[in-house]
């Protein structure tokens, strides 16, 4: 490893699943051995997640039935899957346990929000599993830019293969070797990383951006910085 790899700035693990959660649209839960696919948002307060379930689901009358006070036993699934076209696309499983409580009735009516208290949690990804605990995850903090973490990706892939080819220049020769196609597979407020893929598999590579962006527009700028490293041929972390 070389110095442009080392010590490279990336989300932890509790922020990683933070910001999965708070950017996931759907989930599945199993309780009482069934399982229930939900199509909600998520929001996030500490160990704590809301979310809705229409009132008639049976999942809302197997919460009712257990009662406020031990809620029911709960597992939640969610896959973090790329918003761009690449061979293996499932980017992390997130695994919660927990207690599920109803909370209240949405102010639609046909809805209610739902709270699931986790225990504990493990993330697993092409890299490795990770488990964390209910503590952990209270003290995460989503990451600024994972709500718009596919617009950017799917923008930058569709809009801008010129950028992306001038991204390769920060790469190390030797990965480029067999013509491998370049496609934004992941963001955070740390860097971009690109999928590196060609017929004998494929490699992930990691850009580190100078400074953390702290919103969408700072990450222009910060693509910007990469860029022009690119274009000067001077040297960026990554790994």
């Known amino acids: 490893m070389n110095s442009s790899e080392a010590e490279v700035p990336e989300p932890t693990t509790a922020d990683r699943v933070h910001s999965l959660l708070s ?16 199509d909600t948002p998520i929001s996030v307060h500490g160990s704590r997640l809301r979310l809705r379930a229409p009132l008639d689901a049976p ?9 406020a006070a031990d809620g029911l036993a709960v597992v939640l699934d969610v896959t973090d899957v790329s918003p761009v076209a690449v061979r293996d696309r499932i980017r992390a499983r997130l695994t919660l346990a927990g207690r599920l409580h109803l909370a209240h009735l949405a102010d639609d009516g046909l809805s209610v929000h739902l709270r699931v208290d986790v225990a504990h949690a493990v993330l697993a990804t092409p890299y490795g599993t990770a488990a964390l605990t209910a503590a952990d995850l209270a003290l995460a903090t989503p990451d600024p830019l994972a709500r718009h973490e596919a617009a950017l990706l799917t923008h930058l892939a569709d809009d801008h293969a010129d950028a992306l080819e001038l991204l390769t220049g920060l ?3 030797a990965l480029l070797t067999h013509h491998p196609a370049v496609r934004p597979l992941a963001l955070d407020r740390h860097g971009l990383v690109l999928r590196l893929d060609h017929s004998h598999g494929h490699r992930d590579v990691r850009l580190v951006f100078p400074e953390p962006a702290c919103d969408t527009e700072d ?5 910007h910085e990469l860029l022009t490293a690119a274009q000067h041929g001077l040297p960026v972390h990554r790994s």
């Open 23 to 38: 950017a996931t649209s759907s989930l599945t839960v199993r309780a009482l051995g069934e399982h229930h696919d939900l």
């Open 59 to 67: 999942l809302t009358a197997a919460a009712a039935a257990a009662g």
């Open 171 to 173: 790469l190390d020769p």
């Open 219 to 223: 990450f222009g700028h910060r693509m």
